[in-house]
């Protein structure tokens, strides 16, 4: 009877801190596991390096967030209803997002002509951000 409860209050407690993981990388923007693990710290809410992978871990699995690299490092950020591109510069590694229309009109059609089925897309454009650019010169 005891390891029951401890079972479920360990579970209680695991799902607790899924859901404050969630809400933190929903606002994080492209973030990396420290960055989370920093941001909840300074929140007043202790939790292990361990339970931040796992949560992590279970919202790529979930398809509520994508990994998305930088070149350097591993950053995630959260899955939004509006579909975006990125820019990485090459330098500074750098992440920007950016959106066109033309550019999904032109993925829509393509795979339509390709008649297949999109499950997933990522568009990265790489090259030098402006202060780099300005560096490079």
């Given at each position: 009877?005891?390891?029951?409860l401890?079972?479920?209050?360990?579970?209680?407690?695991?799902d607790?801190?899924?859901?404050?993981?969630?809400?933190?990388?929903?606002?994080?923007?492209h973030?990396?596991?420290?960055?989370?693990?920093?941001?909840?710290?300074?929140?007043?809410?202790?939790?292990?390096?361990?339970?931040?992978?796992?949560?992590?871990?279970?919202?790529?699995k979930?398809?509520?967030?994508?990994?998305?690299?930088?070149?350097?490092?591993?950053?995630?950020?959260y899955?939004?209803?509006?579909?975006?591109?990125?820019?990485?510069?090459?330098?500074?590694g750098?992440?920007?997002?950016?959106?066109?229309?033309?550019?999904?009109?032109?993925?829509?059609?393509?795979?339509?002509?390709?008649?297949?089925?999109l499950?997933?897309?990522?568009?990265?454009?790489?090259?030098?951000?402006?202060?780099?650019?300005?560096?490079?010169?």
């Open positions: 009877m005891r390891l029951n401890i079972i479920q209050e360990k579970m209680m407690r695991t607790r801190w899924f859901s404050d993981v969630e809400e933190y990388v929903k606002n994080a923007g973030f990396r596991i420290h960055d989370i693990l920093l941001l909840m710290n300074q929140g007043g809410l202790s939790i292990s390096r361990a339970s931040v992978y796992r949560a992590i871990d279970k919202l790529l979930s398809g509520k967030i994508v990994q998305v690299s930088n070149g350097k490092e591993r950053y995630f950020e899955v939004q209803e509006k579909i975006h591109y990125h820019f990485r510069c090459k330098k500074c750098k992440l920007l997002e950016f959106f066109f229309e033309n550019i999904e009109k032109a993925i829509k059609e393509s795979s339509r002509k390709l008649k297949v089925i499950t997933d897309q990522k568009l990265v454009l790489e090259g030098y951000c402006s202060r780099c650019s300005r560096v490079r010169k």
